[in-house]
């Protein structure tokens, strides 16, 4: 039988796509150092990264680093956690947020923007998890947490179209066997799934006139914030959460009920 295994005082948590400021990345990375975690950004943008690495060591004081990576390009990907792995204490936890929008209707659609959906959004995934797995299967602990969309459960209905919603959908198939590999390593592998909120992804900020119409069919009146997916992902990356796995939890304010 397994045993439940206490996180180190020193650990790292991997956050790809996490240094726009109003994305959930970096409210989640503010979330984990809030709490004493040291904390990686890989993002396309390295001078972004490094800025965003910058303002949370100085806020919270904790270790941070940003390193400019691909997440599409193995290469670019073993760089960058190669460069983690030798400057930070051990990663505990991978946030897969890196992702991009695809607005583009299907019969519209180009063979080459379709694979670089999938590319990055699930390519990504994929190529990140895989690179930071061996380090947590020495260690016999780790989380990850991936970030699908309710795009994927509803077939769309938000901004993105079928190939984003299908690049989503493959992260929920990702994370369940996944999981399913990675339990007797005592790692959990799980995915959120949010309904609309008020990102860049979204095609820009929200105007109020987009949020009340994104609302309409919403149980709760409103559109999500960066805090609160931040804080359900914190929680799945946290010590506590260690007997979930291979679930993927909704979060869109009731607009899919499940």
């Known amino acids: 039988m397994a045993d439940i295994q206490a996180f180190p005082a020193e650990k790292t948590a991997v956050l790809t796509g996490a240094a726009s400021p109003r994305g959930i990345g970096r409210a989640l990375a503010d979330t984990l150092a809030g709490q004493g975690w040291s904390i990686a950004i890989l993002d396309i943008d390295a001078g972004a990264a490094e800025e965003a690495a910058a303002d949370i060591a100085g806020r919270h004081g904790v270790q941070a680093l940003g390193v400019g990576a691909d997440v599409s390009d193995s290469g670019s990907v073993d760089a960058a956690i190669s460069r983690v792995e030798a400057e930070l204490p051990p990663v505990v936890a991978l946030g897969n947020l890196a992702g991009i929008s695809s607005p583009t209707e299907f019969m519209k659609e180009t063979k080459e923007a379709w694979d670089r959906v999938f590319a990055v959004n699930m390519a990504g995934t994929f190529l990140?998890?895989?690179?930071?797995?061996?380090?947590?299967?020495?260690?016999?602990?780790?989380?990850?947490?991936?970030?699908?969309?309710?795009?994927?459960?509803?077939?769309?209905?938000?901004?993105?179209?079928?190939?984003?919603?299908?690049?989503?959908?493959?992260?929920?198939?990702?994370?369940?066997?996944?999981?399913?590999?990675?339990?007797?390593?005592?790692?959990?592998?799980?995915?959120?799934s949010p309904g609309p909120v008020d990102t860049d992804i979204m095609g820009g900020t929200l105007s109020e006139e987009r949020k009340q119409e994104m609302s309409r069919d919403i149980l709760v009146g409103r559109v999500g914030t960066v805090?609160?997916?931040?804080?359900?992902?914190?929680?799945?990356?946290?010590?506590?959460?260690?007997?979930?796995?291979?679930?993927?939890?909704?979060?869109?304010?009731?607009?899919?009920?499940?």
């Open 128 to 192: 990140v998890t895989q690179r930071v797995l061996g380090g947590m299967i020495d260690r016999k602990l780790g989380r990850v947490v991936s970030v699908s969309s309710i795009s994927a459960q509803r077939g769309g209905g938000t901004y993105s179209k079928v190939a984003y919603s299908a690049s989503k959908g493959a992260i929920i198939g990702f994370t369940r066997a996944l999981a399913r590999e990675m339990g007797e390593h005592n790692i959990t592998v799980n995915c959120v």
């Open 227 to 258: 805090k609160e997916i931040a804080a359900l992902m914190a929680f799945l990356v946290g010590e506590d959460a260690g007997y979930i796995t291979a679930a993927t939890y909704d979060i869109n304010g009731g607009l899919q009920v499940s």
